[in-house]
């Protein structure tokens, strides 16, 4: 089988499972089982996903939230954790409660019991969690849903989580300024109620739907690709909050390409008819960002007359 | 809490867990969730579990073996993995398709279909598997359930896989002389269909069962500490093969003191009525090495004349 040349290496690995596993289930947020049944699994390794020093506490809650994500992605509502730890022999019992506390701190604020797991030595701390949960009963948020003529939604803002790793890689994690940027990337918050509220009004109808774990534009390059449709943005109606625009001025990054490429923000990216699109914008969770259009490029075009192809070259890719 | 002196660094941990969780299901090789399924994790790190330059097919085979054998230490069946892989760059996909290539091999020689997980970037090679699985009609074959007057059987037999792990670190993978202990290291089997037959047998009323993957030993002392019971053990029962024995002394190493502590052996330890212990031995696939009795100690006699008190400073730990 010859694979598209513009697959990442994570892509290609996947193409290569799906040929020697034949297995249908493989390739979006979660596989669904018999039953209605959701599992997810992601694995968080220091110096690729997090960086040594970051607070215990953040990391457990992170590493927790980031797995919620992936049920939130399809619409579905998480109930047992199972978490592996890889263990450096530094660690002392005090560093690893406040690892757990954090961890458990996430999986109760989003009604997920931890219900097991492994703890081993390793020169590398690795946290590997499995989520399982349940489908909404109506319908699955699936990334192959998108459809011409469809709007496109987002939930919360892009390119804060960004900027906070660009923060602590500085050094600077008590900065005042960054505050809400360091938030953004220490303690997301999965998108769980807002992808019910999707899958509530769109019922068997769905939805596509991903979240943006490796920013915005690898979520709708992936929604495109997997619906086989085109996607238009307007860079205006991107939402990245004042503060964060405030802050990439200071360090001279570009708010949009944080929003775009940053990755680690965890907000909903759904493509849905417009009367839809338009009523879960009066909720207050939701912007609409752009439309979906036939064909497969994804264009970003700005209010100032430029117009952009986005592609995945230089998305956001934890290797 | 004060914990108990003897503990080890993972169990120790774990107790840590259960009282941050406050949660009743952790603590058994699975959990088990509603609607009796089964589900158990189990992490594999590059210098702790295996060597760097073990064959990447068995590799696969092997991690993915060890969570099956989780799920036969509860007497369930497996259906669905999880496989989340951290993979360091110099990785090329001719490696990767060998090593998941093991990984489907022996899930396929199981029942178990690869249904999803998550390939990551890492300076170790990390291998997390998650399986999920159902509990066997009748009955959880659980640690605790060992009572006084039982006998205690086991599958297969032990310290092969300790002296295969010898031989690789020594450089001889291809000595014809390890062929045995070699591939009981690198293809381990998980005894799903024993561990059936425990449950078929022993119907509702169960059986104490575990797999021995940190040695004979430690799965004795397992047992014990959970259903709080003796165990006595007669040294020159415990199965080993004359394969095992020769090289063990060629190599100058001790085979009771590998079948002991050496781990990886992934033989069921189950404790059951002495008349359904007989059964089981009838089938070929089980001997019996002992007896469960009142007290909280586990014993070892020879008919030698010397008795040992084991305990779990010596066990087999992945750090």
Known sequence: VTLPENLTREQRLIELIKQITAESLIGDDCAMLPGRRLVSSDMLVEGKHFLTGMALGDLGWKSMAVNLSD?????GTPEFALVNI?????????EF????????????AYGTRIVGGDITGSDLLVISITVLGLAHPLCLLQRQDAHAGDLIVVTGDFGASALGLALMREGRCGDPEGAYCLARHCRPQPRLKEARLIADLTGSCGAACMDASDGLADALLQIAAASKVAIEVDAE?????????ALAVVLGLDPLELALYGGEDYELVACLKAPLAERLCQTGSFKIIGKVAAGSRVILSSLAGWQKTVDNKMTFQHW
Chains 1, 2 share one sequence.
């Open 97 to 108: 409660r406040l690892l757990y506390l954090g961890l458990h701190e996430c999986a109760s």
């Open 86 to 94: 890889g263990l450096p022999a530094k660690f002392s019992s005090r």
């Open 237 to 245: 109606a991107i939402p990245v909050e004042a503060k964060t625009k």
């Open 71 to 75: 049920i939130a992605a399809m619409g």
